[in-house]
Nanobody, 130 residues
Framework: QVQLVESGGGSVQAGGSLSVSCAASGYTATLSCMGWFRQGPGKEREGVASIYSGDGSTYYDDSVKGRFTLSRDNAKNTVYLQMNSLKPENTAIYYC???????????????????????WGQGTQVTVSS
């Protein structure tokens, strides 16, 4: 079994920064891909970013490139998402996800794929006010 526990988040004004983290526990040896999705009010869940433990390669949705940074501490089985220049439209519940993939190209926070079908955390709220 795998458990993912998110922390961080909160409220900030537009232009500000927040960070969220996700710690994995349980059978973590196979969690080569970890990342984040989000679901805003009245919206479908969408991918944000992901990172592959094999080579540290990252993937970002176009909407967050240059503003969000994802990092991973393999020893702690934890990923960190630093979010800068936040916008009101970034308001959402942010969910951590994890999965086993064999190559970095399959570690993608997208609407379909291994990460979308993997393990999920309970989510943490991020609210950006204008």
């Amino acid at each position: 079994q795998v458990q993912l526990v998110e922390s961080g988040g909160g409220s900030v004004q537009a232009g500000g920064s927040l960070s969220v983290s996700c710690a994995a526990s349980g059978y973590t040896a196979t969690l080569s891909c970890m990342g984040w999705f989000r679901q805003g009010p009245g919206k479908e869940r969408e991918g944000v970013a992901s990172i592959y433990s094999g080579d540290g390669s990252t993937y970002y949705d176009d909407s967050v490139k240059g503003r969000f940074t994802l990092s991973r501490d393999n020893a702690k089985n934890t990923v960190y998402l630093q979010m800068n220049s936040l916008k009101p439209e970034n308001t959402a519940i942010y969910y951590c996800a994890a999965a086993r993939v064999w190559v970095g190209s399959r570690c993608r926070a997208t609407s379909t794929g291994p990460l979308r079908d993997g393990y999920w955390g309970q989510g943490t709220q991020v609210t950006v006010s204008s």
